[in-house]
């Protein structure tokens, strides 16, 4: 698997040279936002580490610049902590988002968690996870082979999280998705649903498995 890095910090890339070489990756390097672009178009990558920071242009410049031709997954690796620098870069088409500085076992789960083949594919409509089944093909969810009622608006939040597994979905997509653009500031839209979702389908709503809140950004589907 070819992973593109792309940060100025030579000690970081030589950090992550190190470790993804180590564990078989193919690693391509580039130090600047068109270097970067550059590359994922010459080398075609199978993923892209990218720090925000970049000469040249911006990381979310970079992001923008590859959502124009592929859909290649992105973890944003960044000393920017901010929600608001999170939120950016995950709206303009990032998959995932690690603070420097990260523990490697943890960013080397996030790669796997990205690249690994979703269950979600057309050809297997049908998701487990814990004792819930959600058939996507006909809308409908059963808890330990019992039909769970699910409102038309739970069944699209709970949709667009299990089409993502073991991805950071932000609040803006949810929202705009599943209540439409009007609609991208209403926080509480989703406390509310993902808390009635937990109470349905989770084993201990109060500490969810399965529908977890990624703070200040939003929310993840984790199927194991």
Do not use: C
Request: hydrophobic letters at 40%; a negative charge.
């Amino acid at each position: 698997m070819k992973v593109l890095v792309v940060d100025d910090d030579l000690q970081i890339v030589k950090a992550l040279r190190i470790n993804l070489a180590a564990r078989g990756y193919d690693v391509v390097i580039a130090r600047s936002g068109p270097e970067a672009l550059e590359a994922a178009a010459k080398t075609k990558p199978d993923l892209v580490l990218l720090d925000l920071g970049l000469p040249g242009f911006s990381g979310i410049q970079v992001i923008e610049g590859l959502r124009g031709w592929t859909d290649i997954p992105i973890l944003v690796v960044s000393g920017r902590s901010d929600s608001t620098d999170k939120v950016n870069a995950l709206d303009a088409g990032a998959d995932d988002y690690v603070t420097k500085p990260f523990a490697i076992d943890e960013l080397l789960a996030r790669i796997r968690a990205l690249t690994r083949r979703s269950p979600a594919e057309p050809d297997e409509p049908v998701i487990a996870f814990g004792d819930v089944v959600a058939d996507l093909a006909h809308h409908t969810v059963t808890r330990m082979g019992e039909t769970v009622k699910l409102t038309p608006t739970e069944w699209r939040v709970l949709e667009v999280l299990i089409r993502n597994p073991d991805r950071l979905v932000t609040k803006h997509l949810l929202l705009t998705t599943v209540w439409g653009p009007s609609y991208e500031k209403e926080d509480g839209y989703l406390r509310l649903y993902l808390g009635q979702l937990r109470r349905k389908l989770e084993p201990e709503p109060s500490r969810p498995r399965y529908l977890l809140t990624e703070p200040g950004m939003g929310y993840r589907f984790s199927p194991a």
